[in-house]
Nanobody
């Protein structure tokens, strides 16, 4: 049984930092892509960052230079370091995993590609 469990969300002031964690279990080897998505109230879930099996990382434009995705294969955990938080970063953040092989990094921002999801962790940024 594959499980993804996020933690690390909270209430922070603008300009602050958080580190989100996503602990994975139930799979003997890493997923092909690990991603972070977020969903603000009343909006659709959107891509934030991804870490692929090819060793590449990708970010949506609005978080480049502020967010960093990383993984600890020994702990089967993926992190999202969030710096210089802005009120518009307020959302529920979801960890997701893509277990389907792809020869290239074609689908890292495709929400339909991810077949495992965590329950989400709330990030609230006050101005």
């Amino acid at each position: 049984q594959v499980q993804l469990v996020e933690s690390g969300g909270g209430l922070v002031q603008a300009g602050g930092s958080l580190r989100l964690s996503c602990a994975t279990s139930g799979r003997a080897f890493r997923f092909y892509t690990m991603g972070w998505f977020r969903q603000a109230s009343g909006k659709e879930r959107e891509f934030v960052a991804a870490d692929t099996w090819k060793g590449n990382t990708y970010y949506t434009d609005s978080v480049k230079g502020r967010f960093t995705i990383s993984g600890d294969s020994g702990k089967n955990t993926v992190y999202l370091q969030i710096n210089m938080l802005k009120p518009e970063d307020t959302a529920v953040y979801y960890c997701a995993a893509d277990s389907t092989y792809s020869s290239g990094d074609f689908y890292f921002d495709d929400i339909t590609r991810y077949d495992y999801w965590g329950q989400g962790t709330q990030v609230t940024v006050s101005s």
